[in-house]
T-cell receptor, first 113, second 113 residues
C-alpha cells in the first residue's frame, strides 16, 4: 500500500526566510504527486501537482516542488515566505493511477513577522 | 460556481445517534470521496465513489455508510455515533479518478459527546 511521510510536523520561520518541507512516499511505480495547503479555518486547496515531465513544478503563490524519483521525494520549496503563508501543508500521492489519494500527516507552518 | 458544498458546518451528536453529512458538487465530477481529518494524522479516506451507483471503502470505513444515487450528491451516514468519530469531515470531488485535481468542501466539524 502507498504511504506518505512528512517529517517536519511544525516549522516556524521568520518572514523572508526560505522554506523547504520534506515529503517522501513509498510506492515503486508511477505516481501523481500533490501539495495541498489549508489556511486556518479553511478547506484544502491545491498548491501544485506533478504527473510527468519536468520534475520541477511551479504552483501558486511562488511555491515550487521537485520530484526526485530516486529518492521517492517531492519536497516543497519557497524562496521567501510571507506571514500569509502560515498554514498547514499536506503532501499527497495517487499511486499507479488508482482511485485513492493518500495524504501525509501534514506540516504546520508558522511565519513570524 | 458553488463547487463542493457540505452541510452542516458544525454538528454535535450524542453517542448512539445517527446523522447524515451532506455533500453536493455542481461540476459534474464523476469521482467523489469523504475524508476525516484528525490532529497529527492528516486526512484519511473513508469512502469513495467513481460514479453514480458505485461506491467503495477507503482506509477507515467502519461506522460509516455512503450511497451515490446521483452524480451530484454523495452523503455520508453515521449509523450510531461514537466519540471516536469526533473529527472534521471533508468531501472532495474530481473529474478524474486519479484525483488530478481534487476540489474540497469547507468541512463539517462533528463532535460526539
Amino acid at each position: 500500500a502507498q504511504s506518505v511521510s512528512q517529517h517536519n510536523h511544525h516549522v516556524i520561520l521568520s518572514e523572508a526566510a526560505s522554506l523547504e518541507l520534506g515529503c517522501n512516499y513509498s510506492y515503486g511505480g508511477t505516481v501523481n504527486l500533490f501539495w495541498y495547503v489549508q489556511y486556518p479555518g479553511q478547506h484544502l486547496q491545491l498548491l501544485l501537482k506533478y504527473f510527468s515531465g519536468d520534475p520541477l513544478v511551479k504552483g501558486i503563490k511562488g511555491f515550487e516542488a521537485e520530484f526526485i524519483k530516486s529518492k521517492f521525494s517531492f519536497n516543497l520549496r519557497k524562496p521567501s515566505v510571507q506571514w500569509s503563508d502560515t498554514a498547514e501543508y499536506f503532501c499527497a500521492v495517487n499511486a499507479g493511477g488508482g482511485n485513492k489519494l493518500t495524504f501525509g500527516t501534514g506540516t504546520q507552518l508558522k511565519v513570524e513577522l | 460556481n458553488a463547487g463542493v458544498t457540505q452541510t452542516p458546518k458544525f454538528q454535535v451528536l450524542k453517542t448512539g445517534q445517527s446523522m447524515t453529512l451532506q455533500c453536493a458538487q455542481d461540476m459534474n465530477h464523476e469521482y467523489m470521496s469523504w475524508y476525516r481529518q484528525d490532529p497529527g494524522m492528516g486526512l484519511r479516506l473513508i469512502h469513495y465513489s467513481v460514479g453514480a451507483g458505485i461506491t467503495d471503502q477507503g482506509e477507515v470505513p467502519n461506522g460509516y455508510n455512503v450511497s451515490r444515487s446521483t452524480t451530484e450528491d454523495f452523503p455520508l451516514r453515521l449509523l450510531s455515533a461514537a466519540p471516536s468519530q469526533t473529527s472534521v469531515y471533508f468531501c472532495a470531488s474530481s473529474s478524474d479518478r486519479r484525483n488530478i485535481e481534487a476540489f474540497f468542501g469547507q468541512g463539517t466539524r462533528l463532535t460526539v459527546v
